[in-house]
């Protein structure tokens, strides 16, 4: 429940619907960003949801691989997390550029190595690993949150931003703790908010994105 009422919180910051809680009135400026109920851009929002719940589909499967000593399923899933990353970056470039694109997908790597890291030493009972892979993660949000700011500065507000990132990034500690511990029960209600999270991140991006491209964005 905390970390569900974290996500509204966040999410209510980006001028985003929360059914859980009651959504005070927005300031103009985050009015634009607002996916409506049929949003300015569905092909975009779809995209990007598709794309973003990808990302913890195939961390999951990573996690699920090393826990059950399946080297071939795990080097599987850490490839489709590469691929995945290069298709964000790419729907990216399409409205930013190529050298957007590609700085991006830096930043995305260093959020997947920070996510691998911490499974592998999750798994190996490693805490000091673990808690350097937490810093690395926590950093890297920053930095992702810095980079789409300027970007899009009038509708990717930084501080929103880095707190949707970091709770993404607590979400994984949470799922990936419960996978080694074999937490099925606990597992499954993370796995669940953590999908309604990345609806929440993609819906801010989709948002911002059809706001600054109002007649390229479909």
Known sequence: MKSLTIACALALGLGLPCITLAQPAMPAAMQAAAPAAAPSAPKLHAALRGLWHGHVVHTREYALAVKAGDKTAAAKAADD??????????????????????GLLNLLAGHWGGVKALTD?????????????MQALSANAGEIAKFLHGANPSHWPEATLQG????????????????????????????????EHMNTIADALAGGIAAQFPNKAQ
């Open 81 to 102: 997390v590469v691929a995945n990353a290069k298709q964000i970056a790419d729907a990216v470039a399409g409205y930013y550029g190529a050298d957007a694109g590609k």
């Open 121 to 133: 030493a999750t798994r190996a009972g490693d805490k000091a690993a673990a808690d350097k892979a």
């Open 164 to 195: 949707l990132l970091l709770q993404h990034v607590a979400d994984h500690q949470t799922q990936v703790g419960e996978i080694m511990r074999g937490d099925t029960a606990g597992e499954a209600k993370t796995w669940a908010m953590m999908q």
